[in-house]
């Protein structure tokens, strides 16, 4: 399968595209810029320059390939408080991909990325959220909803809903890493309130494995939850991040939430447990690699800053 794959040089995209080259396909990877394009390359992947801006280019290069997975957002955009922006771009390239899909032969693939956290921001309150809740619209949820519908065109159309904690030694700018800066830039890792609200994580290759699988199998218009552990209480993520710094674990007030997480403040105290059991049933996904605990403890994400 010749697939083409925006995001190709990121977290994930580092993961995904040597885990599609492995299983014998042809990847085509997006680069916005000489060093994405040298990272893609790098990674055994064919170069096409471009950004989710052109949508006339990723018309293009979706028309062209049998399968596409869009993984590509604007991250910087929405950590500068562009998030309407960053929102409208990625609805504005999935249709762009999608319409090109369906007009270009039936039974094509894509296969985009979502997030469980827009569960609990949509009403998924008090229970385990499963890849059966769907929510009628909003930002990201708009996104997601269009890829399903594409199902109804031909398209063999799948999103993955991502934890808001995909980890490992591939992970330099994710919520982890962000959590890691907060505790040493405050001298003490915190949890909002007494740290009981759940966050799902999962490892960034089985994450990876389970993109691939998606886009060799999964049928049309089907949620996906790439989740490994289901729900790991905050005041456990800030013990284990404690441990690693040796600095003291405490709870944040809730007038210092604002100032202790910063961009992550609208969302720390959300719950958000999560269940991956039809993900797991209907691809036979079973992640094989280290939990968000124990994968604090290895050390890696201190490392770098300790050899510095």
Known sequence: MHVFVTGASGHLGSALVPELLAAGHRVTGLARSDASAAAVAGLGAEVRRGDLDDPDGLREAAASADGVVHLAFKHEAMLAGAMPEAVEADLRAITAIGDALAA??????????????????????????????????????????????????????????????????????????????????????????????????????????????????????????????????????????????????????????????????????????????????????DPAHAGLIEDIDAGHYFAARRAG
């Open 104 to 285: 270009s032969g039936p039974g094509k693939a894509l296969v985009t990325a979502g997030g469980t956290l827009m569960l609990p921001l949509g009403g998924v309150t008090g229970r385990q959220g499963t890849e059966e809740d769907v929510m009628p619209g909003g930002p990201r949820i708009d996104a997601e909803n269009a890829v399903i519908a594409l199902a109804e065109r031909g398209v063999r159309s799948s999103t993955v809903r991502l934890p808001p904690l995909v980890h490992s030694d591939l992970d330099h700018h994710g919520f982890t890493p962000a959590l890691i800066g907060f505790a040493r830039a405050k001298g003490y890792a915190g949890y909002p309130g007494d740290g009981a609200n759940r966050w799902p994580a999962g490892h960034t290759l089985d994450v990876a494995r389970l993109f691939r699988l998606a886009l060799e199998k999964a049928p049309a218009g089907t949620r996906l939850h790439a989740v490994g552990d289901g729900g790991v209480p905050l005041r456990e993520i800030a013990a284990a991040i404690g441990r690693n710094l040796d600095l003291p674990v405490k709870s944040v007030p809730a007038e210092e939430v604002a100032d202790y997480f910063q961009f992550m403040a609208g969302f720390i105290n959300l719950d958000n447990p999560v269940s991956a059991a039809r993900t797991r049933e209907v691809l036979g996904w």
